[in-house]
């Protein structure tokens, strides 16, 4: 056996060259990137600096034992192959689960790590939340509201706006420090039976709400600035300052990776789903969900 070592080294270094070719006979594992690189090769079998470590650790002895015992291993394997030759049996319950991980791990997993996410993927999301990225200066601010709604009845609206003249001469008689203040106010039930609502929200020129709204909350630079009472269509608008985001232009590139990590998990998860309904094309599948209450409680089912 020592005798052997330094030639199958050598062939060892050879394979390494190989790596990524087919095995020279159809029974032979394919070879496996995350084993490491190839340290021997006994006939057609490669040995991986990993399966090494790993039978040291189990015999604890050296890398060198381990490898002997390796290279004896696969001898005696080729040895048995040679006067036994392999028949598998397809029906085997434990070779068809290995075959299956096989399959997941060599066709599957590839295709829905981080960096498989299509770019256009990425692109979509980015476009469909745009105004997270692209915006003017945000005011951060909180509202009381009076909601109408642009096809409330007149008399209806007319009783809606002395609640809010109302809400604007009490908002007018205290001192505001922050949203919490107006906060305080919509949780008093005397306002909330009249329809007063509380809403924190980043207001831009135009939206949420609407323009007309925008153009007094942006004027808003610091805690206790409170806009005047402000109508439109909707209803009639209270706001005051909580803080601001500074307007951006941040670009596709920049955000790119950060979108890839946020959206992997719900992208592998659909990449799954479309892979199973490929499998499942052409082969009848039957579910009884009714069975699972008649399972024996605490056994597979």
């Not at 029974?27 to 040291?56: C, F, K, N, T």
Request: with cysteine; aromatic share 6%; proline share 9%.
């Amino acid at each position: 056996m020592k005798f052997l070592l330094p030639a199958i080294l050598v062939l060892g270094s050879f394979g390494c060259a190989r790596r990524g070719q087919p095995p020279e006979t159809p029974w032979v594992p394919e070879p496996a990137p995350d084993l490491g690189s190839v340290v021997a090769r006994v006939a057609s079998v490669p040995i991986y600096a990993h399966e090494v470590e790993a039978q040291a650790a189990r015999s604890k002895g050296t890398p060198r034992e381990a490898l002997d015992e390796l290279v004896s291993l696969h001898l005696r394997a080729e040895q048995a192959h040679r006067e036994n030759p392999f028949r598998p049996d397809w029906s085997d319950p434990e070779l068809k689960s290995a075959l299956a991980e096989r399959l997941v791990e060599r066709d599957i997993l590839p295709q829905i790590q981080p960096d498989s996410v299509p770019d256009q993927d990425l692109r979509a999301i980015y476009q469909s939340a745009i105004t997270a990225f692209v915006h003017p200066r945000l005011v951060d601010a909180g509202f009381l509201i009076v909601f109408t709604g642009p096809r409330m009845k007149p008399g209806l609206r007319a009783e809606r706006a002395e609640v809010a003249k109302a809400l604007a001469a009490t908002v007018a008689s205290r001192s505001i420090r922050g949203p919490e203040d107006f906060e305080a106010i919509a949780s008093d039930p005397a306002w909330g039976i009249r329809n007063v609502s509380y809403r924190r929200s980043l207001q831009g020129p135009d939206q949420p709400f609407s323009r007309k709204v925008g153009a007094e909350v942006v004027k808003l630079k610091a805690p206790g600035d409170t806009t005047p009472l402000i109508e439109d269509e909707d209803g009639f608008f209270l706001a005051t300052y909580a803080g601001e985001k500074p307007a951006a232009n941040t670009s596709f590139a920049e955000v790119r990776e950060d979108l890839r990590e946020r959206y992997h998990d719900r992208w592998r998860t659909q990449r799954l789903e479309q892979i199973g309904r490929k499998l499942a094309e052409g082969h009848r599948v039957e579910s009884h969900p009714q069975l699972l209450s008649q399972a024996t409680p605490g056994r597979g089912f």
